[in-house]
């Protein structure tokens, strides 16, 4: 099976199970955020995943739109996922929303520009 065509910042299906501890469990909406050279060569792509349960508390959970309906970006569990994780292609996101899951990653990571 041919691996998928991955674009940054395209939300996704993903199959995060198994998990661990206090990771986000099960198939949920997840933007990926790999640059498009690294999702071309490599089998993991880079995502943080989608909630409509919980709220927007930035910046660990920062509020954006995923098909319509808000949801929140739940920064802290950013991971890399293997491409036969990803299911099917939701929509893509937008650009402001994506520059507040950037900025917010920043921020909890201290990356200083």
């Known amino acids: 099976m041919s691996e998928p065509h991955v674009a940054r910042g395209e939300v996704w299906w993903v199959s995060l199970d198994p998990t661990q501890g206090a990771e986000i469990k099960k198939t949920r ?4 955020l790999t640059h498009e050279t690294l999702n071309q060569l490599r089998r ?10 919980a709220k927007p508390h ?5 509020p954006v739109s995923c098909h319509g309906q808000p949801a ?12 036969h994780r990803l299911k099917s292609k939701l929509e ?12 917010a990653i920043s921020t909890i990571l201290e990356i200083r520009f």
């Not at 909406?29 to 990926?32: A, N, Q, S, Y």
């Not at 929140?72 to 491409?83: C, E, G, P, S």
């Not at 893509?92 to 900025?103: C, P, Q």
């Open 29 to 32: 909406p997840c933007v990926v």
């Open 44 to 53: 993991t792509v880079v995502v943080i995943p989608l909630s409509t349960a």
């Open 58 to 62: 930035p910046p660990i959970t920062v």
């Open 72 to 83: 929140v970006a739940v920064i802290d569990q950013i991971r890399a996922v293997a491409k």
């Open 92 to 103: 893509a996101m937008t650009t402001n929303d994506l520059a507040v899951i950037s900025r």
